[in-house]
């Protein structure tokens, strides 16, 4: 079947300070030196234009401080962007942006009805400021979307529970802390940890997990965090995790989202720039963006022989 692909909105989420190795605050601009927004564009995707938000410690109290005034501004940036039926691409940062993404694509989908979530990771980042040792908010961003944590997180918009956890599913984590698993059991979250990854294959996983998050929902995304994936494939990352998911099979199964006129978002985070020399993980990044959102070769070329002359 034919059909008309959506514009794709490049948001870059400048963000280090919620992590300790704060380099992925310049991940987004690297990447778009590096050739992202083209590669959509040679991959047949109409490329809107490109939005940038940027944190500001000079304008904050404290580090936590810091990442909720960006939140807010990412989220306020994000929603609307969402409302115009585009697909989003949001590259951060650390992965506390995923507060602001989530919360205005949720925002933007609320009169229509749920957010569904996939979030890829090699951790579960479900810690509360309480629960964390080492009070990285990186480690945070899901609590906050399930509603648990600071409320500068989870009162975005005047509302908190951006995602429910019957809407949520992790894949691929193999580095967490007790307290963190315990939320999520307690929530009733889906985990497929990585031994699980490991044994089925990371297509059939997400097939399962894209079932389950989608029953019922206006609109879905997935969250990647590059660490999740095998630090062979993908190794400038700020917190990596042997034994990963390896990245054939996340491009295998980002693939398979094309076309799925609910996939309202794509998120990559924890590139760093600053360890990627060669630039091996900026190109892993860029086949993942296409893979997710890039026109198949089969749809462009149909697309362009249909195009009048
Ligand atoms: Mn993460």
Redesign the pocket.
């Known amino acids: 079947m034919l059909h008309t692909p959506r514009p794709v909105e490049i948001v870059s989420a400048a963000i280090g300070e919620g992590a300790r190795d704060g380099g992925c605050k310049y991940g987004a601009s690297a990447l778009l030196a590096a050739g992202l927004a083209q590669a959509l564009s040679d991959s047949g995707c109409e490329v809107g234009a490109r939005t940038m938000v940027t944190s500001d410690p000079l304008q904050a109290t404290d580090r936590m401080d810091t990442v909720a005034r960006f939140n807010q501004a990412l989220a306020e940036a994000v929603a609307p962007l969402a409302l115009t039926g585009a697909q989003l691409l949001v590259l951060g940062g650390d992965?506390s942006c995923a507060v602001g993404s989530w919360s205005g694509m949720a925002q933007a989908l609320r009169p229509h009805g749920r957010l569904g979530l996939i979030w890829v990771?090699a951790?579960l980042?479900a810690h509360t400021p309480e629960s964390s040792e080492s009070n990285a908010p990186?480690g945070m961003p899901l609590a906050a979307l399930l509603g648990h944590g600071s409320a500068a997180l989870t009162q975005l918009f005047g509302w908190s529970g951006k995602i429910r956890p019957e809407n949520l599913a992790i894949i691929g984590a193999r580095s967490y802390e007790s307290a963190e698993r315990q939320l999520l059991e307690s929530l009733g979250v889906q985990v497929i940890y990585m031994e699980e990854v490991a044994r089925r294959g990371f297509e059939d996983c997400f097939a399962q997990a894209r079932a389950a998050v989608t029953a019922g929902c206006a609109g879905w995304g997935v969250s990647l965090?590059i660490?999740g994936l095998d630090p062979g494939d993908a190794p400038a990352t700020g917190t990596p995790v042997a034994h990963g998911i390896a990245l054939a099979e996340a491009m295998a199964a980002l693939r398979s989202c094309h076309g799925d006129p609910r996939l309202v978002g794509l998120e990559i985070?924890?590139y760093n720039p600053l360890h990627d020399f060669g630039g091996q993980t900026a190109r892993a990044v860029i086949a993942l963006a296409v893979a997710g959102l890039g026109v198949p070769a089969t749809a462009a070329s149909a697309a362009l022989a249909a195009r009048p002359a």
């Open positions: 992965h990771d951790h980042d990186h965090d660490d985070v924890e």
